[in-house]
């Protein structure tokens, strides 16, 4: 069989028609809202993408060519003020047009059927293949690079991720935040900067974001506007449509790194000192119990990740995530993530239930990816009955509003426990807290090493162990300062030396400490 035998339409005519012969087709048929035909198509686009594909259904994709000329004829497609060089790929209105009608004479030549039982590479390439021949077939004059552009861009529109594949492919990319299809930005070494990157429109977005989380068996729309999903690769996705979303369609993709980021790493981007990490590593094999706190996007996941990593190999890991985003490397490790409702309602599974689900699993240790609500309860009680040494990530600004939102959590337990009790629970259950910040300039540092050392009447009482104190910006808006240790003898030290870890008296002498370590 040859090579563009297996995915093609034999029962249609083979020879390339223009976007106006379908228009004449389409004027015969009694015409849907748009939003039904484009949703057809979406499902036909991600049926071509690798999914299972019922037998087409040519009359909506030739009904959806003028729709989609439309469009593009309002909205020059893909084009628009670069501040990125991904805007490069996007193209001209000329080409915008091309590839529109490259498009529709694709899917009428696609036999979607066939699409879905051919293996992913093989139908890329099948693909390739026949958007190459209707080119040359259309006879239009284009260079060389313009030539791949267009194709590479018709290929991923069917394939892929549309305008993101670019973004999604490119390795320096660490998020991806579409606000709006006219608004796509990225994070790139921490910094946030605007793409030239669009979508035609807010429909066209909704298809690709359809076309996202359809790959991980989700659905998104008005009825259900919010999905977090995490992708086959290990990405972290989030979309949320009207009419929850005011402003159009949003999707926050974080890439998932295959080679995420070691505490080694962490220090020589200067987040924390090397006497930091040697500190936190003996924390850790020392099973002290720690609650890693930061705000949004400051690295809470990145350094827990790279703290389980000091976990012996002998023990017996649980973790418990929403979107499973640890990459734990122990043979010994069991993955639990938690389960939104389904359509009618059931079917939820929370972090709470896994948590106490966990406590029935022998596990030496407990890894919640992040406690949010009445998990925190079980969680601290479970660090305060036997299970020392778990370690969770919280959304909080510092070490003493960490210690305030886990009150709150307990709250959300719906426990009734006086306050006094609430404290005394956290302050021997929780060892230390690691504050995590993303500061201005994009960089991320461990801004406190705080330790919980027991109660004053009512009060929890804290004591700084490390920190970091910003002095300034230097002239590239880089953020200056130093870490410091604050000379004091950590409580915990008699744990970690009974674990077999010795700090000489100098260790923990009050100090500035070099920021990077390299300088
Ligand atoms: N120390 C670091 N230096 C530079 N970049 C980092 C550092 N730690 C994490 N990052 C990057 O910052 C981004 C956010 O990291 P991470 O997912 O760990 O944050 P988070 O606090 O868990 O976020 P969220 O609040 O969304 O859960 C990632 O792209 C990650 O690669
Ligand atoms: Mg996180």
Same mark, same amino acid.
């Given at each position: 069989?040859? @090579? #563009?035998? !297996?995915?093609?339409?034999?029962? !249609?005519?083979?020879?390339?028609?223009?976007?106006?012969? +379908?228009?004449?087709?389409?004027?015969?048929?009694?015409?849907?809202?748009?939003?039904?035909?484009?949703?057809?198509?979406?499902?036909?686009?991600?049926?071509?993408?690798?999914?299972?594909?019922?037998?087409?259904?040519?009359?909506?994709?030739?009904?959806?060519?003028?729709?989609?000329?439309?469009?593009?004829?309002?909205?020059?497609?893909?084009?628009?003020?670069?501040?990125?060089?991904?805007?490069?790929?996007?193209?001209?209105?000329? =080409?915008?047009?091309?590839?529109?009608?490259?498009?529709?004479?694709?899917?009428?030549?696609?036999?979607?059927?066939?699409?879905?039982?051919?293996?992913?590479?093989?139908?890329?390439?099948?693909?390739?293949?026949?958007?190459?021949?209707?080119?040359?077939?259309?006879?239009?004059?284009?260079?060389?690079?313009?030539?791949?552009?267009?194709?590479?861009?018709?290929?991923?529109?069917?394939?892929?991720?549309?305008?993101?594949?670019?973004?999604?492919?490119?390795?320096?990319?660490?998020?991806? #935040?579409?606000?709006?299809?006219?608004?796509?930005?990225?994070?790139?070494?921490?910094?946030?900067?605007?793409?030239?990157?669009?979508?035609?429109?807010?429909?066209?977005?909704?298809?690709?974001?359809?076309?996202?989380?359809?790959?991980?068996?989700?659905?998104?729309?008005?009825?259900?506007?919010?999905?977090?999903?995490?992708?086959?690769?290990?990405?972290? *996705? =989030?979309?949320?449509?009207?009419?929850?979303?005011?402003?159009?369609?949003?999707?926050?993709?974080?890439?998932?790194?295959?080679?995420?980021?070691?505490?080694?790493?962490?220090?020589?981007?200067?987040? @924390?000192?090397?006497?930091?990490?040697?500190?936190?590593?003996?924390?850790? $094999?020392?099973?002290?119990?720690?609650?890693?706190?930061?705000?949004?996007?400051?690295?809470?996941?990145?350094? #827990? +990740?790279?703290?389980?990593? /000091?976990?012996?190999?002998?023990?017996?890991?649980?973790?418990?995530?929403?979107?499973?985003?640890?990459?734990?490397?122990?043979? &010994?490790?069991?993955?639990?993530?938690?389960?939104?409702?389904?359509?009618?309602?059931?079917?939820?599974?929370?972090?709470?239930?896994? *948590?106490?689900?966990?406590?029935?699993?022998?596990?030496?240790?407990?890894?919640?990816?992040?406690?949010?609500?009445?998990?925190?309860?079980?969680?601290?009680?479970? @660090? =305060?009955?036997? &299970?020392?040494?778990?370690?969770?990530?919280? &959304?909080? =600004?510092?070490?003493?509003?960490?210690?305030?939102?886990?009150?709150?959590?307990?709250?959300?337990?719906? *426990?009734?426990?006086?306050?006094?009790? @609430?404290?005394?629970?956290?302050?021997?259950?929780?060892?230390?807290?690691?504050?995590?910040? !993303?500061?201005?300039?994009?960089? !991320?540092?461990?801004?406190?090493?705080?330790? *919980?050392?027991?109660?004053?009447?009512?009060?929890?009482?804290?004591?700084?162990?490390?920190?970091?104190?910003?002095?300034?910006?230097?002239?590239?808006?880089?953020?200056?300062? &130093?870490?410091?240790?604050?000379?004091?003898?950590?409580? $915990?030290?008699?744990?970690?030396?009974? /674990?077999?870890?010795?700090?000489?008296?100098?260790?923990?002498?009050?100090?500035?400490?070099?920021?990077?370590?390299?300088?």
């Amino acid at each position: 069989m040859g @090579m #563009l035998d !297996r995915i093609q339409d034999r029962r !249609r005519p083979e020879s390339p028609a223009s976007p106006d012969s +379908n228009g004449a087709r389409v004027g015969q048929v009694e015409k849907p809202a748009t939003g039904e035909v484009t949703g057809k198509v979406a499902r036909a686009l991600a049926q071509a993408g690798g999914q299972k594909a019922p037998a087409a259904d040519s009359a909506a994709s030739s009904k959806s060519a003028p729709e989609r000329q439309a469009t593009t004829s309002r909205k020059p497609a893909l084009t628009g003020q670069s501040t990125d060089p991904a805007a490069a790929g996007s193209g001209s209105a000329a =080409n915008a047009a091309l590839k529109l009608r490259l498009h529709t004479d694709l899917i009428k030549r696609l036999d979607l059927a066939a699409v879905g039982k051919v293996e992913q590479s093989v139908v890329g390439e099948e693909i390739r293949g026949i958007i190459a021949e209707l080119l040359d077939g259309y006879g239009v004059p284009l260079s060389r690079t313009d030539r791949q552009r267009v194709l590479d861009e018709t290929a991923s529109e069917v394939l892929g991720f549309g305008p993101l594949d670019e973004l999604i492919r490119d390795p320096t990319v660490s998020d991806i #935040l579409v606000n709006s299809a006219s608004k796509v930005y990225v994070e790139r070494a921490g910094k946030l900067s605007l793409t030239g990157v669009r979508f035609r429109d807010d429909e066209h977005l909704v298809q690709i974001i359809d076309r996202i989380v359809s790959q991980v068996g989700r659905r998104i729309d008005s009825s259900s506007p919010m999905v977090d999903a995490r992708l086959p690769d290990g990405s972290r *996705v =989030n979309a949320v449509i009207p009419p929850v979303a005011l402003d159009g369609p949003s999707l926050s993709i974080r890439r998932f790194s295959e080679d995420p980021y070691k505490i080694d790493d962490l220090v020589s981007f200067g987040s @924390m000192t090397a006497e930091m990490a040697a500190f936190l590593e003996a924390v850790v $094999c020392s099973r002290l119990n720690v609650i890693v706190s930061g705000g949004t996007g400051s690295g809470k996941t990145t350094l #827990l +990740n790279c703290l389980s990593s /000091f976990i012996p190999e002998d023990e017996r890991v649980v973790t418990i995530e929403d979107a499973a985003e640890l990459q734990l490397q122990q043979p &010994h490790v069991v993955r639990l993530e938690t389960r939104p409702a389904n359509l009618e309602g059931k079917g939820q599974v929370t972090a709470r239930d896994l *948590v106490r689900n966990t406590l029935r699993m022998r596990p030496d240790r407990i890894v919640v990816g992040e406690v949010r609500g009445g998990e925190a309860l079980d969680m601290l009680q479970a @660090m =305060n009955t036997g &299970h020392d040494g778990s370690i969770t990530t919280l &959304h909080a =600004n510092t070490p003493r509003d960490c210690l305030t939102r886990l009150e709150m959590m307990i709250l959300m337990a719906g *426990v009734e426990l006086p306050v006094k009790a @609430m404290r005394q629970q956290i302050s021997s259950a929780v060892d230390l807290v690691v504050q995590q910040a !993303r500061m201005r300039d994009g960089s !991320r540092k461990i801004t406190r090493i705080t330790e *919980v050392v027991g109660m004053e009447g009512d009060v929890v009482t804290t004591q700084d162990i490390f920190g970091y104190v910003v002095t300034g910006l230097d002239d590239d808006g880089k953020v200056e300062g &130093h870490f410091n240790c604050d000379g004091i003898r950590p409580r $915990c030290i008699d744990k970690l030396e009974a /674990f077999g870890y010795s700090f000489e008296p100098e260790f923990f002498a009050s100090r500035k400490m070099s920021c990077n370590p390299s300088s």
